[in-house]
């Protein structure tokens, strides 16, 4: 049975984004948090081969150190267990940063350039080369291009009556992204019913909201807000979508094995 979801961004850039999704039931919201985590594939470095490290670290805390470089991930063009080579050779003085890196395929390339690696003395060297494996999260945490993802109900802020008038309010704090109803009653003028305000822009607390004003928080059932950051692997938008396209095929896959 195919479902309708309406799918509203509040904040987005190219590496975090904040948007609202109704019409989720939680096993679904939770399925897609899941699958950003473990399902998407992420190029990751695996083996590493020294020529010489004369540097005063041993090669294995180097070689964890290169496995949580971020590592461009071009998907469409690469299938799990696919192997790029990279190569390292910085001579001290000098600082051996991920911008060093190079890689015999210009799709896949260090996300960042100033991840420190190692600092080198004069005299000390690091050259060597290494394998970036294409991998999924739920194998090795290395493999997880959504370093943070959460979600949480929208939650509907509703304007019940006045506070008392000789009524000290306490401050009624609440983190997320609310529903506005009954807006007019706000400290801004220009909300409207149904608005969707980010609670930062009141430094979380409600009562800067509505002063004088007593409110109700509800639930909104079956919507959801999720909060997702990326390494730097792939866009927001290709996690998202990526992660949605794998719950579906596993859903796929169970709805033909229960019906053989």
């Known amino acids: 049975m195919a479902h309708d979801f309406e799918v509203e961004f509040i904040e987005r850039d190219e590496r975090s984004a904040r948007f609202l999704v109704r019409g989720l039931t939680p096993a679904v ?24 490290n ?35 050779d910085v001579e001290g003085p ?3 940063y991920s911008g060093d890196i190079q890689s015999a395929d210009p799709m896949v390339q260090p996300a960042d350039d100033n991840v420190p690696i190692i600092e080198l003395k004069e005299g000390q060297r690091l050259e060597l080369e290494a394998d970036a494996v294409l991998g999924r999260g ?21 304007v019940v009556g006045d506070a008392g008038e ?3 309010q306490d401050s009624n704090i609440l983190r997320g992204v ?6 007019d009653h706000a400290a801004d003028d220009t909300a409207t019913d149904g608005d969707l305000v980010a609670t930062d822009e009141f430094e ?14 509800t639930d909104v059932p079956d919507a959801f807000v999720f909060n997702v950051e990326t390494d730097g692997s792939f866009t927001v938008e290709e996690l998202v979508r990526r992660a949605a396209e794998s719950l579906g095929a596993r859903a796929a896959e169970l709805e033909e094995k229960v019906a053989i």
């Open 29 to 52: 919201a939770n399925g897609i948090r899941r699958a950003m985590i473990a399902d998407v594939p992420t190029f990751s470095v695996d083996t590493v081969r020294f020529v010489e």
């Open 54 to 88: 004369s540097s005063v670290m041993f090669d294995e805390m180097i070689g964890l150190r290169l496995g949580l470089v971020p590592l461009t991930t071009p998907l469409d063009d690469f299938e799990e267990g696919d192997a790029v080579t990279l190569s390292l």
């Open 94 to 96: 000098a600082t051996a």
């Open 138 to 158: 739920k194998e090795h945490a290395k493999h997880q291009g959504g370093v943070a993802v959460g979600y949480r109900h929208l939650q509907r802020v509703e």
């Open 166 to 168: 000789f009524e000290e």
């Open 178 to 183: 609310i529903e506005e109803q009954a807006a």
């Open 204 to 217: 979380n607390d409600l009562t800067k909201r509505y002063p004088g004003k007593d409110v109700e928080v």
